[in-house]
């Protein structure tokens, strides 16, 4: 994979000596990118220096809502091992800040003044927790033109969310959720997407009063339809957790106790939905002023081609939530922002991560580098909560009675439409299947967990439906047999969709004498990422083990 100044790095004349590679961020992609470079370390072929702003190493940040509530210990946020990383000379450098890119001398700048010297410069910067526009919150507004030194600014900037107001996107913020939850707060939750709503159902769970308010109609509605959302926000009622749907909310009502905290939510139509502890879960955004600082092209993320090569400098790359994976646009072609952007999931940030550094040990050994980076499947959205089962993937916008205008707009020869529905509202459950000339094109399963496995299945297999789409709903009823599926255990089957890890990558690891799923999880890193695919390693173990 070589490049432009391949034979002209700074400081290393003709290629010689090991190649230098700085790494910005430190968070579960950073930390994967690093372990998968370390045998061109220990070869001698490169040297890692890695950046993080947090003071602490990297940890799961997508495990951090169950922490928060208590669920869990911090040891199982671990992702990485510093120790192994350092004694193989690795420098890594935490609570630390990059304020400066320069590319003519190949140079990043530290919050403390050192300059680091690199040929390849890895950003994985990630993102941070969107701040909504309300009255009693300082908008951050983030300087372009000088970054904070402190790295502990980086989000906040000058402007800290008031007491008793927090986002959930680190260890402090989590720490701040758990000590509310201990006491019994009461908390309400901004915003209604899936980690919003995992959130507000694990504090439930854990006895807080709990309340999601949202604007819109229903909750998930960037993944449900109508329907699916309705039965589930029933559903999440009968678990505890207050939905306050229809809600803009406009400004924060404090109380003072010697210094101002969060009172209450004001919204547009005057309802006051008061709390203790106000969690903002509103979506993330790219962290690009560093790249934007630094002249590289950015649009929702750090704009960067197939092979995760900035589009502006070819010593730059960019992994995880601040990469923005698009084709480089050729001349004359048009200005309009590209499609798409981050997937803000970690499944795909891991596989990047190891993807790149594949590339580069390939590279460093003068060997024959891997195949492409195969472009990212659709994603299976899921919904993590106990006793509350949602699955959704594809195009579930076709309504039930509006296939017509479904097949006009696909156009001419892209096949029929068909939508397939069935709701027990009362019961919590709903089934909507989307298909194009019978192959499943998308589907949203709620309360339905054996039925969203099977149609998950046959998803990730492009599978044509049975002519009798109510066969499916089988799968939850009380004859259920397995062997009348697609085999959710053949050895394709993807398990762990954030790791990529099938049945039979378990029973290898199986045969090879691991028998529970904490085992398995350190053997083929199944169930390491969000943690939602733990039950059906335990249901592969069951079926599997001696």
Known sequence: MPDQFDADRSGHPGGAGPERFVLVGYGPVGARFADQLLPAVHAGLATLTVVGAESVDAYNRVLIADYAVGRTDRDALEVTDPLAARAAGVRILTGTSVTAINRSLRTVTLGTGEALPWDR???ATGARANVPTLDGVTRVRHNLLSPPAEAAGLDSADAPLPRGVTALRDLDDAQTILAAVRSGARIVVLGAGVLGLEFALAAAQAGSE???VYHGEIPMNRNLDRGGGTVLARRIRQAGVSMVKHARAESILFHDDGVPRFDALICADGKQIHGDLLVLSCGVGARTELASLAGLSVSTGVLVDASLRSWTDLGIYAIGDCAHVAPRPGPGASAAPPAGGPSGLIGPGWRQADWLAAQFRAELAGVTAGPPLPPEPDSVVMLKAEG????????????LWDTDKADHAAGCGSGRVSVSQW????HGRYVKMVTRDGILNGFVSVGMPRTAAELTLLYQRGSELPMDRSLLLRFDGPDFEPSAGANA????????????VTVGTITE????????VACIGTATRAGTG????????AEVLERFAP
């Open 530 to 537: 969000c943690g939602g695919c733990t039950g059906r390693i």
């Open 210 to 212: 709990t309340c999601v």
């Open 423 to 426: 709701a027990d509202p009362e």
């Open 121 to 123: 410069l890895v950003l």
């Open 489 to 500: 255990f053949a050895s394709d089957a993807t398990v762990c969709w954030c790791n990529g």
């Open 509 to 516: 690891s199986i045969g090879g004498g691991q028998t529970t």
């Open 388 to 399: 509350v089962d949602v699955v959704a993937a594809g195009d579930t916008r076709p309504d």
